[in-house]
């Protein structure tokens, strides 16, 4: 009986003798680990902030090219876009087929996570709502605004 006392005795300090030995391991794979999860943390807040400007850009052109399908004034017809577009925003509004075009522009700034901008657009396009919006319509063509 001691013989098999010695193997089990011999089997546990081996194990635990082995533990002492990767103390160390998880802190030196979680060291090389965490760079690689701070990255696709920082590409999935990129992603979501792109995606964000996406929606709004669109959702100002939308409603910029109501406005004007209604024969809104030309700063109506921006002021819709610009109170819905992101900051710093570049609105185009003219002519499309027999309604009108408006675009929506940004470059999403991604900053210190990724690096660079990255340019985001929306459009949108309504049918003329009378048949004196076909002159409003014309008055709205521009550049956009800066």
Do not use: N, W
Not at 36 to 53: D, P, Q, R, S, Y
């Amino acid at each position: 009986m001691s013989g098999r006392r010695a193997r089990r005795g011999g089997a546990v300090g081996a194990s635990a003798a082995g533990a002492r030995g990767d103390r160390g391991s998880v802190t030196a794979e979680l060291a090389l680990a965490l760079p690689a999860v701070v990255l696709v943390l920082c590409a999935v807040l990129a992603t979501g902030e792109v995606a964000i400007a996406q929606v709004r850009c669109t959702d100002a052109a939308r409603a910029a090219a109501r406005s004007a399908a209604r024969g809104e004034p030309a700063h109506v017809v921006r002021a819709a876009a610009e109170t819905l577009a992101p900051a710093g925003a570049r609105v185009e509004v003219g002519p499309g087929g027999l309604g009108v075009q408006v675009s929506v522009e940004v470059a999403v700034d991604l900053g210190g996570r990724l690096g660079g901008r990255l340019p985001v657009r929306g459009h949108a396009t309504a049918a003329l709502e009378h048949a004196g919006a076909g002159q409003v319509g014309a008055g709205h063509m521009g550049a956009g605004s800066p």
